[in-house]
């Protein structure tokens, strides 16, 4: 019976790729992050949210998002405006209007300071006109541009998997590894230096560039097709923007420090919206 077992098991082990990359059936709205609290009913957009982004925050499916709020390829939302995060009654058959600019999408120029007066031969100076300090702007993430494609450095192996090769997305220790049962651990954390290389795990397109998400610091969300989403956390530096693509390997960030402890980049793998262990995909040895 020995010999039958080593056979069958890598039949299983295949299996179970397949049925990963075939069709299924969108997961149920309620209990998608692994014991957090359902999404609200429904979420106002801020500057700087992306569908991808939100859909993130909640463990959704953005094409859902999309069909509940009539939103249709590619998914441009405005501040303001007011999405549904749950199915709801009757069926969205056309996109709600745009909502009027908000106060804060336009600041108010400072007014231009006073021109000093001249002053003529023997008359009072005037105090010399002062310039006002301009009120401090909101902290954004530095983000350079990186188009160069495939980094020699990256990590090489590959592992295909869907029609996608993936690789590790930087080099360094396995720190933290993913807990379907904890809302903590949707993902891996791979500890290294400060500053070092981060990579994108397999090609695809950049659908969100920020800090908007709690939790995640300075954030990398890749689209790689229809199903998957890969995600990388805690970055010192943002070397892409949203709509760039990128190929497997290439440049995407710099590694930053979490909470000013360690240097870490934490990844995550979302298959359909739900997060999924990143090691069952990621090349091993």
Known sequence: MKPLRLTFLPMLVGLLLLSACGPHPPAPTANRTFG?????????????????????????????????????????????????????????????????????????????????????????????????????SQQKPTIKRSLAKTDPSAPTPTRPVCGLAWRWPTKGRLFRTFNASNPARKGVDIVGSEGQSIYAASAGRVVYSGNGLVGYGNLIIIKHNNTYLSAYGHNRELLVREGDKVAPGQLIAKMGRVDNDRAMLHFEIRRQGKPIDPLRLLPQG
């Open 36 to 136: 957090a609290p359902p999404p609200p009913a429904s979420y106002g957009v801020r500057r700087g949210d992306t569908l991808y982004s939100i859909s993130w925050q909640y463990g959704l499916d953005h094409r859902e998002i999309a069909v509940w709020n009539g939103i249709g390829a590619p998914y441009t939302i405005y501040p303001g405006q007011r999405l549904a995060l749950r199915k709801p009654a009757v069926p969205v058959t056309s996109p709600l209007p745009r909502p009027a600019s908000a106060p804060v999408t336009k600041s108010t120029p400072a007014p231009a300071p006073p021109k000093p007066k001249v002053s003529k031969p023997g008359a009072t100076k005037s105090a010399p006109a002062t310039t006002p300090t301009p009120a401090p």
